[in-house]
T-cell receptor
């Protein structure tokens, strides 16, 4: 079965330190990959996506993600965390044989401590 | 900017009631989605619609139905609400091709007593 895994329920990082939120997937072929963020009491917002090309993609709010085909991973990164980055982060994958349906990870709660 | 609005932020209903959740988008998107979000389970697709009057079942359609009579509006209906339908419901829309990002509404937190 096709799936997306976010292995950490919660990630704690000190402000100013680099952060990584992990995502791995089990999907055949070449999927499209997405990261979304949900701030408290707000809807999900798109952060970035990988369709093709350069494995390092840059997105909103200084976030970037690296696509690794051999490891089937798409980890979200930021060089220097801000307290305002504290939120719930979701990885999503669109398999090549799907129309618009996405497979979603369970989400990772990111807590940035001052 | 795309705006997706949902009819209620919070809703409390009783078991057996019929519940309507409405979603409206203002950017002429062809495709609209209804998800439910539960802690530890991520987002699960209930139904999606790729055109007016067209719909497809998602992963968890049981107990739900949908209606899309106009392009901008996508309604989710709980025919007879049950306590296990207590959840956060999110509506989303997307334009055109499947590699485009989805735009989400603020969500409706439904509690069924």
């Amino acid at each position: 079965a096709q799936s997306v895994a976010q292995p950490e329920d919660q990630v704690n990082v000190a402000e100013g330190n680099p952060l990584t939120v992990k995502c791995t997937y089990s999907v055949s072929g070449n999927p499209y990959l997405f990261w979304y963020v949900q701030y408290p009491n707000r809807g999900l917002q798109f952060l970035l996506k990988y369709i093709t090309g350069d494995n390092l993609v840059k997105g909103s709010y200084g976030f970037e993600a690296e696509f690794n085909k051999s490891q089937t991973s798409f980890h979200l990164k930021k060089p220097s965390a801000l307290v305002s980055d504290s939120a719930l982060y979701f990885c999503a994958v669109r398999p090549p044989d799907s129309n618009y349906q996405l497979i979603w990870g369970a989400g990772t709660k990111l807590i940035i401590k001052p | 900017d795309v705006k997706v609005t949902q009819s209620s932020r919070y809703l409390v209903k009783r078991t057996g009631e019929k519940v309507f959740l409405e979603c409206v988008q203002d950017m002429d998107h062809e495709n609209m989605f209804w998800y439910r979000q539960d802690p530890g389970l991520g987002l699960r697709l209930i139904y999606f619609s790729y055109d007016v009057k067209m719909k497809e079942k998602g992963d968890i359609p049981e107990g739900y139905s949908v209606s899309r009579e106009k392009k901008e509006r996508f309604s989710l209906i709980l025919e007879s609400a049950s306590t296990n339908q207590t959840s956060m419901y999110l509506c989303a829309s997307v334009r055109g091709r499947s590699y485009n990002e989805q735009f989400f509404g603020p969500g409706t937190r439904l509690t069924v007593l």
